[in-house]
């Protein structure tokens, strides 16, 4: 079961970029975590990746397209990027979960619409870190009673 990881912009600054909404762990840290929980799941390969730049996330997206599964964090791209909804409609097989960090309806109105909502198989919001790990087990939970894994 290969299983990718892709944030997006300034996700790379996680712990020093406010931490009140955020928290303290880096990218890193939180890989790190997602990595320990592949190895107790058994078969599950993850790869990670971010970039600040839209089009980068959806080459990786559709470089991606016959993996198992997708965690993304599209951060501001969220409620903006219909390229990132058109490149996961583009690859079906792909079950997706969508992440955020912050409880996204807490805040500002602009954050509440997300493109990549309509097109993944769900969405994870406002648990911190916790949101990667709780992505990785619905998606191997998903793929294991499907028969993929």
Do not use: K
């Amino acid at each position: 079961m290969r299983i990718l990881v892709l944030n997006g912009p300034t996700l790379n600054m996680l712990g020093t970029r406010e931490p009140e909404v955020y928290g303290t762990l880096t990218l890193a840290d939180i890989e790190e975590m997602v990595r320990q929980r592949a190895a107790e799941l058994g078969e599950v390969q993850v790869a990670f990746q971010q970039t600040n730049h839209e089009g980068e996330l959806v080459d990786m997206i559709l470089a991606h397209r016959d993996w198992d599964g997708l965690i993304i964090n599209p951060g501001a791209y969220t409620h903006t990027s219909i390229a990132l909804a058109d490149a996961i409609s583009a690859c079906p097989d792909l079950v997706v979960a969508e992440v955020h960090l912050s409880n996204v309806h807490q805040r500002e109105e602009f954050r509440h619409h997300s493109y990549v909502a309509r097109v993944a198989w769900g969405q994870i919001t406002g648990f911190g870190w916790r949101g990667y790990l709780a992505a990785l087990d619905m998606i191997y939970g998903r793929l294991v009673e499907a028969g993929r894994a």
